[in-house]
């Protein structure tokens, strides 16, 4: 049977003041015929995909969807999952709350200018700690008048397990940024950039690591050649540092191409980072960067301090670059608050009690284990995103968080070059898998200026036809309304 036919009103009571019309099974019939054949395209649309688009109103006006297919079946949803992510996320712990990164000493070693003993990194569960922040860090411990360390450096990672790779995520690693691993102790999102330059033809290129320090040992395998340019990495750890291969080829007429790998051992990456930032600004140390636990925090005092950036700009850094690694991170950063070490597993169960506790029908059409869904085993329906959708949209203490953390079409993020010519009318989520495509969010019709939110999801072998329909559905549905 077709999905564009007319059906009976049913209305959906969502969890906030407003009865928002929810009309299953109908189309605006204008468009039918265009949207058929858009979706004709894609061989076997009737089974692979799964649509909701419809309209919210907010006056009592019954709003029609707009298109409704498969909208109650089970799809892998791929990163579409950090919508739901991130409105746990904001609603569990603030959109404006912050996390302190610090440096403690032992009192009775903390001279005017020194320290002569350990100093100890707490680690704090904040995604979001990069270069900036390793600075502001450093330079709050030499303007307390801080000058030498004749101890080590201690890093306590004792706020979260020690699963750096939960077994939720897909089995197979990559050595690509979007697969970092997690740690309480992080740093410049567990990456390591290297900036490619080509030589003489020929030759061997120029790689400059971003950041350079002990840590990373550099084995650079890489040709300028008049040739497609393509280059990869490979890794090996051992105790105190790990080695990268930098491997293929990359064109003489290429400026510069930039390789983000990730680290194995956050915290000697974190350790290693802070060593070389502390010698750079002057600051006598020398010591060994030391994994430790079990420390009583009575006996030290604070001897430096940096605040993150507030909750939304995390969540933002979420969905804007599609960041795995950050999904994971705020989870169990929400579930320190109830279970030290925090594990994966435990959050994800947080997550579904919050979803029943919104009202979003979780139990028969949410199924994730997963916050980033970087997995196949995730499973959701259109009906439960659109929810979700709707829910977030309606709630003012963080709703406008939620949206302004999505990708602009047109504009930035993973729709910076998508619904290029609708710029800034477009805000959603995409995801992507091998076999799976999806993006969910929110459009504003030209002409009628409504908000409506949509979602498809995609499991099938078409993908590249599948991102083609969903993006002229749209730009169809933004003409015609």
Known sequence: MSPFYKGAPVFLLLTCA????????TIFSASNNQIERILNRVP?????????IQPI???????????????????????????????FV?????????????????????????????????????????????WSLVNDFYVRGYREISGDLWIDTSLFDDIY????????????????????????????????FPGAQGEKAEIQVD???????????????????????SRSISEHSERFVISGTINKEVARKILYCPIQSPPLWFGYNLKAFLQQRGIKFNGDVLLKSNINYENLVEVAVQESKPISAMVADMNKFSNNYVAEMLVKLVTSHYQVPASLAHGMSLLNQWLEKKGIDAKEQMRLI???GLTRENLLSAKAMYQLLVTAYLDFKVGPEFIVSLPVGGV????????????GIVRAKTGYLNQVVSLAGYLQSNKQKKIIPFVFIYNGAKVDEAKNAIDQVIHLVLETL
């Open 18 to 25: 407003f009865t928002i019309t929810f009309i299953t099974d």
């Open 44 to 52: 076997g649309y009737q089974k692979d995909f799964a649509i909701l």
């Open 57 to 87: 109103s907010f006056t009592g006006q019954k709003e029609a969807p707009i298109l409704t297919l498969n909208e109650t079946k089970l799809m892998i949803p791929a990163s579409i999952t950090k919508l739901v992510t991130a409105y």
């Open 90 to 134: 904001l609603d569990s712990l603030g959109s404006g709350e912050t996390v302190k990164n610090k440096l403690f000493a032992y009192h009775d070693k903390v001279g005017r200018h020194s320290i002569r003993g350990p100093i100890i990194f707490r680690g704090s569960g904040d995604p979001g700690f990069v270069s900036e922040s390793m």
């Open 165 to 196: 790779f939960d077994e939720s995520r897909l089995a197979q690693r990559a050595n690509r940024a979007y697969d970092a691993p997690v740690s309480s102790v992080s740093f410049n999102w567990n990456s390591v950039n290297f900036h490619i």
């Open 211 to 233: 950041p350079m320090n002990d840590y990373i040992k550099l084995e650079n395998k890489v040709t300028t050649k008049h040739a497609d340019t393509m280059v990869s990495c």
């Open 370 to 372: 997963n916050p980033s």
């Open 412 to 423: 930035d993020g993973t729709l910076k070059d998508r619904f290029t010519k609708s710029k």
